[in-house]
């Protein structure tokens, strides 16, 4: 087994750095992997996994060298669903008007050598008196990582809009803020967008 980590929430290993990991899946279930060294800490997982591969439990790591030397603790983890699909929603904006978003998320299908999915998509706005509609521009227009989704679009006032989000593991909602920037209606707002 082969894999890429990311460990976020540590003082001590950069988030954005790609931790390769390789390790077994024994046939009943049995999960552990051992990480390349990263600023000399290595992290050792042992966990289990559902039949179905969608969920490991019973979970520890133990992480040895660096800063964080003899750090352990607990994991467990479940498999995020696909985000493809259209999500709506209002979002309330400080000193701003109440905004309507609906967005169609494209997600990959794999994820690309960081662990990371890209995202293509398209938004429309109601409630804003600058702008209307607006898309992801380059590739990757958004990236989903974990249960967090980042997207930048290109509005039609030229303004940006930034979409942070974090789903449900389910993929049927999104907690976002907003931020708007570049333009003549900037603001940042917060709301729940839905799977239609």
Request: proline letters at 2%; a negative charge.
């Amino acid at each position: 087994m082969i894999g890429v980590l990311h460990v976020f929430g540590s003082g001590c290993i950069d988030p954005s750095a790609d931790i390769s990991a390789t390790g077994t899946l024994a046939s009943d279930g049995t999960v552990k992997l051992t990480t390349s060294s990263i600023s000399s800490q290595v992290i050792t997982l042992s966990a289990t996994a559902s039949q179905d591969g969608g969920a490991i439990t019973s979970g520890t790591y133990t992480i040895t060298g660096g800063c964080t030397n003899k750090d352990t603790g607990n994991i467990s983890g479940v498999r995020i669903a696909n985000i493809t699909g259209t999500f709506a929603g209002a979002v309330s904006v400080q000193a701003g008007p109440s905004l309507t978003l609906s967005t169609k998320l494209t997600q990959s299908t794999t994820a690309d050598s960081d662990g990371f999915f890209d995202l293509t998509s398209s938004i429309t706005v109601q409630g804003s008196s600058c702008f209307t509609t607006g898309a992801t521009k380059g590739s990757p227009g958004g990236i989903l990582f974990g249960t967090r989704m980042v997207a930048i679009y290109t509005m039609d006032d030229g303004s940006t809009l930034t979409l942070d989000a974090t789903t449900n593991t389910g993929g049927t909602s999104l907690a976002s803020y907003t931020y708007i920037t570049n333009g003549k209606c900037n603001g940042v707002g917060s709301g729940t967008l839905t799977r239609q």
